[in-house]
């Protein structure tokens, strides 16, 4: 049976983090963070919403843990709800220390992205029943 700590959501992205992205103390840089988690929840909203979706806020950044060079970053998402044109995703980022070490959770927010259309305007999210049949919601792909 597995002691590890759970995460929340759905594995989206996992990445090692390398010496380009420290910051002048030698921890990984905080921005470097939030931008693997915000490609990660954009996989996440666009896959819902099958289509361009931009990032229009981003509540409740939390930063746990420094991130260290070596380290794998895996970031967790899932849509923690949905409104007209917008969605929330909650994002949680964890590090496997050293690539073999234990895990642990770095950072959490949630981000809400905005459904566009072809000229930037937001458009409304379809409902589950009304996306094509190819699509699968569960799908890690
Ligand atoms: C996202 C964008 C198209 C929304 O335009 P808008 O004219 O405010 O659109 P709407 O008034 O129709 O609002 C769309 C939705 O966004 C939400 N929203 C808009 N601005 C928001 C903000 N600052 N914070 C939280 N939610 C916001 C609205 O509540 C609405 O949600 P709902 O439809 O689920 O009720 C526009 O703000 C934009 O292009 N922003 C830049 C996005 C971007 O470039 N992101 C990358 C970061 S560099």
Redesign the pocket.
Known sequence: MSSEPESKGRLTTRTVAMPADTNPAGDIFGGWVVSQMDLAAGICAGQRAQTRV????IDGMSFIRPVKVGDILGVYTYVESI????MNIHVEAWVRRGRIGHREKVTEASF?F?A?DDD???MPIPAEEDLPDYVDLNSDF
Not at 54 to 57: D, F, K, L
Not at 83 to 86: A, D
């Open positions: 931009v990032t229009v806020s409104g007209r044109t917008s809400k905005v566009i930037g305007k937001s």
